[in-house]
């Protein structure tokens, strides 16, 4: 009976253990994802600088 008891609360703790891995890489996957898109952002804006300046350059 005791040994039941054991495996029950082992097999509890992995679950909760995996639901918090799971909740905790999607949290890091939105975060990397807004970095990455806040850096594609800033590039283009760099990009857009640099066009508008080589235009407006005298020859």
């Known amino acids: 009976m005791q040994a039941a008891v054991a495996i029950c609360e082992v097999v509890t703790t992995a679950i909760s253990l995996v639901r918090t891995l799971r909740a905790s890489?999607?949290?890091l996957a939105v975060a990397s994802s807004d970095r990455y898109s806040d850096f594609m952002d800033e590039k283009a804006d760099i990009s857009e600088r640099q066009?508008?300046?080589i235009a407006t350059r005298p020859s």
């Open 25 to 27: 890489f999607i949290f």
């Open 51 to 53: 066009t508008d300046f």
